[in-house]
């Protein structure tokens, strides 16, 4: 049996289901060829909203975090890290309120037995202040990382309340892919689209085609994001954009309604559209495969 | 004169006739003020536009004075392909000529605050 079994069969015994899986045609071998072809895997966590409070919408929003965190802690073989997308927060206008939940969040995420934990800020953290409060928690608002061959970008595209990620982070950007080599494996990770998926909805970003227009020229590019609380999957020329689900709430599909609104919370289907997901990197393959995990009764 | 400065007057003719060019057409795309013109006060703050619906009319010129009570604010109205930014003690003012009849919502494309989603309103286009 494949590790990658494994997981899902302990995933279900922790209250968790496979919903979707996507985009891979390989089945993990065991550890040692994982190490051969330097594939590894992290969890992708999103839009967790701490702080939101709607009954109708998620009535266990003090505990599907907490329920995601410990799914993510019951895997028979732990990640190399875990990344959380954007929005690790509920927006408010109080200050310290902000930071209360900021520091709420930290505490129930330090629970993962994972240590190494990347975060990135999404608009409900980080636009009414600039990034100020997110900085102080969490660090940098862009910035990058290197882990078994892959290249991983974190970019900024909600602490400018306009949604650009502005000329002088797509120099950074620039002077980072300079670096690197033509078969360079990359992975931005991001909060908002980088492409115009609905702009009617906030789903894009200002500047994103600069971005994008800046990665084409580097053929193993893929990109990881959140803020649109639904697994999506795109392609720019040879760059695919996976968007992850919310552990909050979830939101239709663009353009399927007139006007955005949160799906309500439905008693016979309880957490549903709610998720998180696993990425397999197969290095040597430039591949990536998704699985992607709902949360069910539990 | 020599060939070089008869050279160089050229470009600058042409350059000028091309500047000329590009002007008449600005202003030939901005709708001119007529007596009729539709000019409507909208007031932005967290989390609504006052008023939330306006109607127009269709191929009568619409100056809308865009202010915000409290806070940077955005107004997109992708139908007409208008935006602008809303700031507190300015009046923005949008200008256009409404060519299609229908229902249009515009709405705020800068992150206010918990309730930003919900930012919009309808512009009504009739004959």
Known sequence: ?298 | MSMKKILHHALLIAASAGLFLQQTAIQSAAPEMRNDEQVIRISASTFEYKPSEITVKRGVPVTLELMSQDRHHGFKLSAFQLRADIQPGVVEKVRFVPDKIGKFTFFCDVFCGDGHEDMSATLTVIE
């Open chain 1, 1 to 298: 049996m494949s590790d990658l079994m494994n997981r899902r069969d302990l995933l279900k015994l922790a209250g968790m289901g496979v919903a979707v899986f996507v985009s891979g045609t390989t089945v993990r071998a065991g550890g040692s060829a994982q190490k051969k072809d330097e594939s590894f895997y992290f969890v992708q966590l999103s839009d967790t909203h701490w702080g939101f409070n709607g009954p109708n919408i998620n009535p266990d929003s003090q505990g599907t975090l907490k329920k995601a965190v410990a799914a993510v802690n019951a895997l028979d073989e732990q990640p190399d890290f875990v990344v959380f997308t954007g929005d690790l927060t509920q927006t408010t206008d109080d200050r310290k309120i902000r930071r209360d939940r900021m520091a709420e969040f930290r505490d129930i995420v330090s629970q993962l037995k994972i240590k190494t934990v990347r975060f990135m800020a999404g608009e409900h953290d980080a636009s009414l202040d600039r990034g100020d409060a997110y900085q102080e928690f969490f660090g940098d608002l862009h910035y990058t990382f290197d882990h078994n061959g892959v290249h991983f970008i974190v970019l900024d595209n909600v602490s400018d309340p306009m949604a650009a990620v502005g000329e002088k982070q797509l120099q950074w950007l620039q002077a980072d892919l300079q670096q690197m080599k033509n078969d360079s494996r990359i992975v931005v990770l991001t909060h908002r689209p980088l492409f115009d998926l609905a702009p009617d909805w906030d789903w894009a970003t200002r500047d994103g085609a600069a971005v994008i227009d800046t990665l084409m020229p580097l053929p193993n590019v893929t990109v990881l994001y959140g803020h649109i609380h639904q697994e999506h999957h795109h392609m720019t020329g040879h760059i695919a954009h996976h968007a992850a689900k919310s552990l909050m709430w979830a939101l239709p599909e663009p353009g399927s309604v007139p006007k955005k609104a949160q799906i309500p919370w439905s008693a016979a289907e309880p957490y549903k559209g709610l998720g998180f997901r696993n990425v397999e990197a197969e290095v040597a393959q430039a591949q990536y495969e998704i699985e992607e995990f709902s949360i069910s009764r539990g």
